[in-house]
T-cell receptor, first 111, second 114 residues
């Protein structure tokens, strides 16, 4: 099925651990995004990419890194997990007509 | 700066009654406006968008939204609510061109009672 696939769906990390949230889309979209959703706060943009090899910071990039080596993949890296990074993370991509597609999310808990 | 506001944290409506979920925006330039719905433990699903054209936009699942430039509003509506419409609804506006992002409201929880 066409869409945005995120893995894992759930993860518990200890403070200071690292992990990579995977995101893959098969719609050949150039634009991809990472958002985090905190209760009562809506979604905040972490990083985005307008094409392979091009990334830029969003509103809340601290503590995260991204790469975009291919059109399909846009992984999000947490280097030193902190409790403040406990959140639900959504990856999204969009087409040229501003049709956005979201993944089903990764629920991350840092303890 | 681009922003969007959803003034109601929760909207309660009886099944079969019309529903409205409010959204106001502030943008420089022409607004690109969106509505998304989120069911528990799920990602966001697209409902509808306004980029240009008719002020009344029809979307998925019988929802529609009216773009009102003078009131800077983009309220989501449905003539007859269903219990299955109960979910979290987000209004969003496209950010500045040089950042290319969606700016989301804080969400409105819609509760439809049987």
């Amino acid at each position: 099925n066409a869409g945005v696939t995120q893995t894992p769906k759930f993860r518990i990390l200890k403070i200071g651990q690292s992990m990579t949230l995977q995101c893959t889309q098969d719609m050949n979209h150039n634009y991809m995004y990472w958002y985090r959703q905190d209760p009562g706060m809506g979604l905040k943009l972490i990083y985005y990419s307008v094409g392979a090899g091009i990334t830029d910071k969003g509103e809340v990039p601290n503590g995260y890194n991204v790469s975009r080596s291919t059109t399909e993949d846009f992984p999000l890296r947490l280097e030193l997990a902190a409790p403040s990074q406990t959140s639900v993370y959504f990856c999204a991509s969009r087409d040229s007509y501003y049709g956005y597609t979201f993944g089903s999310g990764t629920r991350l808990t840092v303890v | 700066a681009q922003s969007v506001a959803q003034p109601e944290d929760q909207v309660n409506v009886a099944e079969g009654n019309p529903l409205t979920v409010k959204c106001t925006y502030s943008v420089s330039g022409n607004p690109y406006l969106f509505w998304y719905v989120q069911y528990p433990n799920r990602g966001l699903q697209f409902l509808l968008k306004y980029i240009t054209g008719d002020n009344l936009v029809k979307g998925s699942y019988g929802f529609e939204a009216e773009f009102n430039k003078s009131q800077t509003s983009f309220h989501l509506k449905k003539p007859s609510a269903l219990v299955s419409d109960s979910a979290l609804y987000f209004c969003a506006v496209r950010g500045p061109l040089n950042t290319d992002k969606l700016i989301f409201g804080t969400g409105t929880r819609l509760q439809v009672f049987p």
